[in-house]
């Protein structure tokens, strides 16, 4: 392997290099994205028509899917991580999980909360068994299991190789998320976007809702930066902690110590 690419592994793996670039681009990052979102909020409640069967129930799409997508999107992140950390025990792969973690519940929550008050109006009922909606419940679960994991183990190491395994375990139910509609007959409508003959909305709805999709993707990867941050100045406070602790318990024990286990002095 060349030099070049060791180079790199070498920074991209490097908390403290990773702290100065996300550090100049997080805050670029985080104007772009409320511009982006202002632009598709506007194109969402004053450009985009209310649809002929739905009415202004329509609008509830374009914060529904754009949370639906980034809720299975961090969980994909999150599973490259995993795997980062049981193969390659690249220090911010762990760092880059429990960031996502808490994110992705978020979005997760948000798609089924604005799911249901769709649901209400269209299907007659907030909630239906519906193979979709389900497999996106259990989504939310499964990051709710993932955040307890972390909290109930107090060694790192161990804490991150569990939640590495079980987030590669929970991966299983991405592919099920996106083929339940095919898979089996739900109420949940198709998909409408990523299909294979190209996109079933109209053009003054697809535009709106393709760029609030941008906009939250734009800000979850601000609120990922920020979150990684954050974990690595705490585990940073972690390790300072630990080590103030161990020189106090070292200057103690010389303190404690018997006249005998001293140097007699000539």
């Known amino acids: 392997m060349s ?9 991209l793996s490097n908390p403290s290099h990773f702290m100065r670039w996300s550090g100049t681009l997080a805050p670029w990052l985080a104007g772009l994205s409320g511009l982006v979102l202002a632009l598709g909020l506007y194109l969402a409640w ?19 899917v754009p949370a639906a997508w980034l809720g299975v999107f961090f ?16 220090p911010l792969a762990d760092v880059a999980q429990r960031a996502a973690a808490p994110i992705g519940a978020a979005f997760t929550l948000i798609c089924l909360v604005t799911g249901s008050l769709w649901g209400k109006p269209m299907w007659g009922t907030y909630w239906v068994w519906d193979a979709r909606l389900t497999s996106m419940l259990l989504l939310f679960l499964i990051y709710c299991g993932i955040v307890a994991l972390w909290r109930t183990m ?33 109420l949940h409508q198709p998909a409408s976007i990523l299909r294979m003959g190209g996109p079933t909305i109209d053009p003054s709805m697809l535009y709106p809702l393709l ?30 902690t630990i080590r103030e602790a161990e020189r106090l318990d070292a200057g103690r024990v010389a303190v404690t110590a018997p006249p005998d286990a001293l140097p007699q002095a000539l």
């Open 154 to 186: 107090e060694d790192p190491n161990r804490a991150a190789r569990a939640v590495a395994i079980l987030t590669l375990v929970g991966a299983v139910n991405l592919p099920i998320i996106k083929f339940s509609v095919n898979w089996w007959s739900t």
């Open 75 to 90: 969980y994909g992140a999150m599973s490259l991580s995993a795997v980062g950390t049981l193969v390659w025990r690249h």
């Open 46 to 64: 004053f450009v985009a028509p209310p649809d002929y069967q739905q009415g202004e129930t329509v609008r509830i799409m374009f914060i529904h």
């Open 3 to 11: 030099s070049a690419p060791i180079s790199l592994w070498t920074r």
């Open 211 to 240: 760029v609030m999709i941008l906009a939250a993707t734009l800000g979850g990867t601000t609120l990922h930066l920020y979150a990684m941050r954050t974990e690595v100045m705490r585990r940073r406070v972690r390790t300072l």
